[in-house]
T-cell receptor
Framework: GAGVSQSPSNKVTEKGKDVELRCDPI?????LYWYRQSLGQGLEFLIY????????KSGLPSDRFSAERTGGSVSTLTIQRTQQEDSAVYLC???????????????FGDGTRLSIL | QKEVEQNSGPLSVPEGAIASLNCTYS??????FFWYRQYSGKSPELIMS????GDKEDGRFTAQLNKASQYVSLLIRDSQPSDSATYLC???????????FGKGTSLLVTP
């Protein structure tokens, strides 16, 4: 079956521009996550969506970052006024809803490699 | 203190040997633990999940969890060159759903 789909796979843009990254989760997965992986760093949690609940935005590094999820499926992560430190691989993951006491495994897309010149 | 810690390696093992990858975590409320494999330039791929103390086996892979020691490990039996990758350990955070990842251990299996 289809996995998590992300686009674009690569994005090069100039400092100060806005970028929009897209994620299409696995069909039937109600939970969606965005992470960031910088060179030599571990994955850093950004934001979490679960169904129609308010998203957990606690990992967003600044107010230049925002995300939305329309219709409980596709999500877009927007970075405004990009800075060079935003350069990283942005990974989207999805999972079935987690139950009390245990988490459903998260499955990752191939990521978007963002380079800010 | 990092929430999930792993030795960065590289860990080098000969083909056919057992590779042992270790991970410690600091948040005692973590209940779910995962091992991901990440090839260079690729996204993380789920290998194992473990939720209870003890061992969990899946093919050549065995995950071990010791909540008292806050320790998770991954054993890879009969290691193959294709197992050469970075292995990421993850534990659920105190939010319950977001994962805290270690920086990964680089494994090299030599023919």
């Amino acid at each position: 079956g289809a996995g998590v789909s992300q686009s674009p796979s690569n994005k090069v843009t100039e400092k100060g521009k806005d970028v929009e990254l897209r994620c299409d989760p696995i069909s039937g997965h109600t939970a969606l996550y965005w992470y960031r992986q910088s060179l030599g760093q571990g994955l850093e949690f950004l934001i979490y969506f679960q169904g129609n609940s308010a998203p957990d935005k606690s990992g967003l590094p600044s107010d230049r970052f925002s995300a939305e999820r329309t219709g409980g499926s596709v999500s877009t992560l927007t970075i405004q006024r990009t800075q060079q430190e935003d350069s990283a691989v942005y990974l989207c993951a999805s999972s079935l809803v987690s139950g009390t006491g245990s988490n459903q495994p998260q499955h990752f897309g191939d990521g978007t490699r963002l380079s800010i010149l | 203190q990092k929430e999930v810690e792993q030795n960065s390696g590289p860990l080098s093992v000969p083909e056919g040997a057992i590779a042992s990858l270790n991970c410690t975590y600091s948040d005692r409320v973590s209940q779910s633990f995962f091992w991901y494999r990440q090839y260079s330039g690729k996204s993380p791929e789920l290998i194992m999940s473990i939720y209870s103390n003890g061992d969990k086996e899946d093919g050549r892979f065995t995950a071990q969890l010791n909540k008292a020691s806050q320790y998770v490990s991954l054993l890879i039996r009969d290691s193959q060159p294709s197992d050469s990758a970075t292995y990421l350990c993850a534990a659920n955070s105190n939010s319950g759903y977001a994962l805290n990842f270690g920086k990964g251990t680089s494994l090299l299996v030599t023919p």
